[in-house]
């Protein structure tokens, strides 16, 4: 059993403004997949600078696309009362599902202004993602929140002001497989020529069975609970399409790249 560390949430206070350890890692994520970006635009003749832009593109994406898919996918019913709860972003509130909306329309506009076909960004992007993601989920610890279910595993947690049951650190389970794993996976994946299509399939594949899984463990959100057969979550039904949109992909870009 592990003690939770009870890490500050703020990194840095100056007089009135604090900088939460949660923008750090946004921060870390955007500027990791900035760099490798470059790196993989050498390997394939795109232009350094376009990465800036596809970045910028990328951010705007993911927070507009996650504030708003999270009010839309799990805070509907308040979203229906007040509408201008979309915009109370200090209240907190990100899905990744919303963002990976946003993200796929964001890049299909940075598509169009540099004359790359959808997918052929996608499959660029894709292997960028998974830095975001685990250093997201290492945000999620350090606020303490999304929490697992009691478990007596040696790695369960005793978390200040969840009683004394020791619970699955849940947000850790999922850097380590949406982050280090799926990096891993999706770096040496794309590291020799693939169909197009191809990187993106497993990306949707990948994420989607981590997050299925990792939600048996994870303790669903209080407002919703379970949604069926007292297990099924929000974030199962919306990782299911992924799963099978990601294996539709990776046929059709085998049967073509055959």
Known sequence: MLAYPNIDPVALALGHVKIHWYGVMYLIGFVGAWLLGRIRAKKIGWAVEQ??????????????????????FYNFPAFA??????????????????????????????????????????????????????????GNFINGE??????????????????????????????????????????VYTSKPKPMMAATGLFLMGYGAFRFLVEFVRLPDAHLGYLAFNWLTMGQILSTPMILLGGFLMIKAYQKGS
Do not use: C
Not at 93 to 107: E, K, P, Q, R, T
Not at 115 to 128: A, G, T, Y
């Open 51 to 72: 990465i800036d832009d596809l970045i910028f593109y990328a951010a705007m994406g993911v927070v507009l696309g996650g504030r708003i898919g999270y009010v839309l």
């Open 81 to 138: 009362d007040n509408p201008l709860i979309l915009f109370k972003i200090w209240q907190g509130g990100m899905s990744f599902h919303g963002g990976l909306i946003g993200v796929g329309l964001s890049m299909l506009l940075f598509g169009r202004k540099y004359k790359h076909r959808f997918f052929e960004v996608i499959d660029f992007v894709v292997p960028l993602v998974p830095i975001g993601l685990g250093a997201g989920r290492v």
């Open 146 to 187: 999304l929490w697992g279910k009691p478990t007596d595993f040696s790695l369960g947690m005793l978390v200040p002001g969840l009683g004394n049951i020791p619970r699955h650190p849940s947000q850790l389970y999922e850097a380590a497989l949406e982050g280090v794993v799926l990096f891993l996976l999706l770096w």
